[in-house]
């Protein structure tokens, strides 16, 4: 071969990895873009959104050729889910809240609507028990605000928390925030309101609060896993899992569209599938979408117990949640467990120099790879750090990711995967 002909095919080969780069970002963009729109209510439980997302995820691992498990791509199963789908009002003295914004109602809130009078509530007039007897007392039939003194301290937090819940067995409840709101997904439902409002909008001498809140208690509700496989040559599995479900809305108004949690993870997963339905494994492949990950990871704890495939043989689970931003690189979550596995996917990027640094944290049950490590499945949880990102609120849309190390891990990734022993 001349020279000339070296220097030519260099160029065509460092092209086509940058038309590579650009396809797996540019469908890695519509991916999030499709997961995150108004159309897929938040992926949660407001206008079935969860059931729409699902039926993506099963339509992409078609087109791409992925063979289902069982007689199709789905896994069944049920949980109890409180959900907002009717219009929330809340007034503070006349002044109308806005849904998302200046507040949130406790995602385990029950229904209350009316004009009720307030009555203000500090941690002392609820520690001792004679106090929050006499408390008690006064806010029947009225409506409790609570002001909480600042602080970190992580057992006052509990025990504040655990104050508010069981008020909500009494009175609707205003609890003032300061820093950001941040909403969740909950299984139960309580018998009162606790409506989440930003500070300054609530203040010492509000008197009169407008309520408009109705929950609905979804009793079993329908959810799917969806499974598709690409077939290795040993006997052996890997599965790659993100949680496709998100908080849905919070009334018509408000909605969570989950960008980076975990419409991201989703992303990177999909495109994994799309690359490996091409580039045939050493071993079996499981794709995993996880429902009900924020209703408490019961997605996967229900996978965990139904064993679609035989547990023993899985040699690594890589979960993937919020993979949007990587300005500095990743986080490996249950590095110091998995540790062969860890050090194989830092000697992978350190030769191919795909992220800055990948990092390693202990073992964690914060996402879905929790249930299959307490059943002896080895797990990495990778996470992206740095860029910024929002956090369970109505801001994490899909506009707001800038995906900007999303081509290279999908690279790390790939190759990692190949090498799994
Ligand atoms: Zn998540």
């Known amino acids: 071969m001349k020279l000339g002909m070296i220097a030519g095919l260099v160029v065509w080969t460092i092209t086509l990895k940058a038309q590579d780069d650009a396809q797996v970002l540019a469908r890695g963009r519509a991916h999030v873009d499709a997961l995150t729109s108004p159309a897929f209510h938040g992926r949660g439980y407001v206008n079935n959104g969860q059931a729409i997302a699902a039926e993506y995820i099963a339509g992409e691992f078609k087109r791409m ?59 002392a007039d609820l520690f001792s028990a004679e106090r929050k007897a006499m408390s008690l007392g006064v806010v029947a039939g009225k409506a409790a605000v609570l002001h909480w003194p600042a602080t ?8 504040f928390a655990q104050l508010e819940e069981e008020l909500m067995h009494y009175v609707p409840v205003v609890k003032v925030v300061r820093g950001k709101l941040t909403w969740s997904v909950a299984q139960d439902a309580r018998p009162y309101p606790l409506v ?31 499974l598709g496989m690409v077939k290795g040559k040993s006997k052996s599995w890997v599965i790659i899992s993100a949680h496709y479900d998100h908080l849905g809305r919070m009334g018509p108004d408000a909605l969570f569209p989950g960008a980076n949690d975990n419409a991201s993870g989703v992303a990177m997963m999909l495109e994994l599938a799309q690359w490996f339905s091409t580039h045939p494994p050493k071993h079996n492949l499981l794709f995993v979408a996880f ?30 949640d919020i993979l949007g931003t990587g300005d500095d690189g990743i986080m490996a979550v249950n590095a110091t467990v998995a540790q062969e596995h860890y050090a194989r996917l830092v000697d992978v990027n350190f030769k191919g120099r795909f992220v800055n640094e990948v990092r390693a944290r202990g073992p964690a049950c914060n996402s879905d790879h929790c249930p299959l490590v307490k059943r002896g499945v080895p797990a990495l949880f990778l996470y992206t750090l740095g860029g910024a990102a929002h956090y369970h609120d109505v ?24 090498k799994v022993k």
Do not use: C
């Open 65 to 123: 050729g992925l063979q289902p498990v069982k007689a199709d791509y789905f896994q069944p199963f049920a949980f109890n889910v409180n959900s907002f789908p009717d219009s929330i009002g809340v007034q503070v003295d006349g002044q109308f809240l806005r849904p998302g914004i200046d507040y949130l109602v406790h995602p385990a809130s029950g229904s209350a609507e009316g004009r009720f009078e307030l009555v203000h509530l500090t941690a």
């Open 196 to 226: 989440e409002v930003m500070d300054g909008l609530v203040s010492d001498s509000s008197a009169v609060l407008d309520l408009q809140v109705r929950n609905r208690m979804l009793a079993r509700n329908p959810a799917r896993n969806v």
């Open 395 to 418: 801001n994490d849309t899909g506009a707001s990711l800038t995906l900007k190390a999303f081509a290279p891990i999908h690279a790390l990734l790939r190759t990692f995967i190949a």
């Open 152 to 159: 970190k301290n992580t057992d006052s937090l509990a025990r």
């Open 291 to 320: 429902a009900g990950e924020e209703a408490g990871l019961v997605g996967s704890e229900w996978f965990a117990v139904d064993r679609p495939i035989d547990l023993s043989k899985v040699k690594l689970m890589l979960n993937l």
